[in-house]
């Protein structure tokens, strides 16, 4: 027999009948169980909470340079890669991943600026000369 089933059968100083003790061991126990997983929970979350936005900042970075020639989508996904990379420092994660996250995002804005302003010169050139192309 273990350890902790000759204490079950030990007779109880308070006269408790043994029901009694097993359903306050199985509180005791699932009270102390759900308070530490409440404190390991806390934990990790704002452990982890800048390292993801630093991540979605230098995914969101990468995406606005590969999809900078689309106009609009490049400039968008770099602006919204800014704003996670100061989340991310505004909660306290200053490592490396989020300052590559912030350069390549802002590498992305500029691209997708300057392509966006590239393609509604040539859609303004496009119809302003097309009338004279129709004659």
């Known amino acids: 027999m273990s350890e902790f089933e000759n204490k079950q059968h030990e007779p109880s100083e308070n006269n408790l009948n043994q029901e009694q003790q097993s359903e306050n061991i199985e509180v005791k126990f699932e009270q102390n169980a759900s308070s530490q997983a409440q404190y390991i929970n ?25 999809t900078s020639w689309i106009p609009l989508i490049g400039l968008a996904c770099g602006i919204v890669g800014l704003i996670m990379a100061a989340k991310a420092k505004r ?25 966006g302003f590239y393609w509604l010169f040539i859609v303004l050139l496009f119809a302003a000369t097309m009338p004279f192309m129709l004659f």
């Open 91 to 115: 909660e306290g994660f200053t490592e490396g991943l989020r300052t590559a996250g912030f350069i390549v995002s802002i590498i992305g804005t500029v691209f997708g600026a300057l392509y």
């Open 42 to 66: 806390v934990n990790t979350e704002t452990k982890d909470s800048g390292k993801s936005k630093a991540t979605a900042s230098l995914v969101l970075g990468i995406v606005a340079i590969v």
